[in-house]
């Protein structure tokens, strides 16, 4: 499947597995130049590994997106190394098994929302600030669906959730003046490590799987194709908006 994004520069926050791993495998098939943080080193020199070994076509660098001198660095270091950036896929998440919201500690809440949607801000505001200079960009934002639903045990998750699909929408307003597309992707599970804690137990995957109509868990590449599309030039015309991938759960 071809989306035109040779020689296009894009950042993939959270790149070292998961969804973030094959968005930037898929990526570098079409011929894009690929820059990825994630907080670990060893995780990242194994994604590079993956992906063929850092050089002219991959940047792999530590950063924590919750912190703006990281995110500042690894922004800089992607322009210093490639010229410019062309797409920004805010995909790194975190979500920890939870208790109700009421019965939630402070600590815990300024965690998942500081993991999820300020790290979401810092980087979509550094990345756009090279954009505009270039008069053309695109931003994607992975949600989730518990964003759309109150979920057991994901509540904060889905509270930071439905704040970066606000902050898509505000983004996408003040960013089209200069040429800058910002969506989101909202996936319903996909089956990955980060999401394994609910796939995993026999019983909750019933559950889940009950729900959607087509009849299954989605698949990494359910969401990636998805993305790619969003950053492709056939979504010029395409703001503001999150596209449900969810196998129909959304429409029931």
């Not at 965690?111 to 053309?136: D, H, Y």
């Not at 994607?140 to 109150?150: K, L, T, W, Y």
């Amino acid at each position: 499947m071809q989306y035109g994004l040779k020689d296009k520069v894009a950042v993939v926050t959270g790149g070292s597995r998961g969804i973030g791993l094959e968005l930037a495998r898929a990526l570098m098939a079409e011929g894009a130049k690929v820059a990825l943080c994630a907080r670990k080193r060893e995780s990242l020199d194994q994604a590079a590994a993956q992906l063929g070994g850092a050089g002219d076509s991959l940047l792999a660098m530590t950063a924590h997106i919750a912190k703006e001198e990281d995110v500042s660095a690894f922004i800089d270091e992607t322009v210093k190394r490639f010229g410019r950036i062309d797409i920004l896929i805010n995909n790194v998440g975190m979500n920890l098994v939870t208790p109700s919201v009421a019965d939630t500690e402070p600590s815990l809440w300024q965690k998942i929302i500081e993991t999820n949607l300020t790290g979401t801000f810092l980087c979509s505001r550094k990345a756009a600030a090279v954009m505009k200079g270039q008069k053309r960009g695109k931003i994607v934002s992975i949600s989730s669906i518990a964003g759309h639903r109150a979920s057991p045990a994901m509540g904060i998750y889905g509270v930071a959730k439905a704040g970066v699909e606000m902050l898509t929408k505000v983004l996408a307003a003040e960013l089209a003046p200069f040429n800058i597309q910002v969506n989101a992707v909202a996936p319903s599970m996909v089956k990955t490590d980060f999401s394994k804690p609910f796939w995993s137990n026999e019983e909750i995957q019933k559950a889940v799987v009950s729900r959607i109509p087509l009849g299954r868990i989605a698949d990494p590449m359910d969401v990636v194709n998805p993305v790619l599309f969003l950053t492709s030039e056939g979504a010029d015309f395409i703001t503001g908006q999150t596209l449900m991938v969810d196998g129909g759960s959304s429409a029931v």
